[in-house]
C-alpha cells in the first residue's frame, strides 16, 4: 500500500468487500495513482491481486504520471464490478480524466 492508501473507500452492501483508492501512488511515474480490493473471508482480509483481476480495460495502476487514478472508486453493489476514476488523465494532451472499469472474479 502507498502512502494514501484509503484516500478514498468504497464498501459492498454486504460489507465484505472493500475498494480503496491511493491517487498519490507512484507506480507508473509520480501520482500516477493505484488502486486495491480486499476481500473478507472467514477472519482474515484477502488483496485482491491484478491476476486475480478480470480485467475490462488497461492495468490497476494509473497511466502515467499526474494522472490521480484512484482519486474516486466504487464498488457495485455485489461487488463485482469496480469503477476507478483518474481526474487528470491526458488523452492527446488534454486533462479529461478517465474512468476504468474492473470485473473482479473470486479471491
Not at 459492498?12 to 472493500?18: A, E, L, M
Not at 488483496?47 to 480485467?55: A, C, F, G, L, P
Request: aromatic share 10%; charged share 20%; no cysteine.
Amino acid at each position: 500500500m502507498g502512502p494514501r492508501s484509503g484516500y478514498v473507500v468504497s464498501i459492498s452492501d454486504d460489507g465484505r468487500t472493500i475498494g480503496m483508492g491511493d491517487p498519490g501512488r507512484a507506480g507508473n511515474g509520480k501520482a500516477s495513482g493505484h488502486a486495491h480490493v480486499y476481500r473478507y473471508h472467514g477472519s482474515m482480509w484477502h488483496h485482491s491481486h491484478t491476476d486475480k483481476w478480470k480485467i475490462v480495460e488497461g492495468d490497476v495502476l494509473g497511466m502515467a504520471a499526474g494522472d490521480a487514478f484512484g482519486h474516486t472508486v466504487a464498488l457495485s453493489r455485489n461487488s463485482r464490478r469496480f469503477a476507478v476514476g483518474a481526474p487528470y488523465n491526458r488523452n492527446q494532451g488534454f486533462e479529461h480524466g478517465r474512468v476504468r472499469i474492473f470485473d473482479i472474479e473470486d479471491v
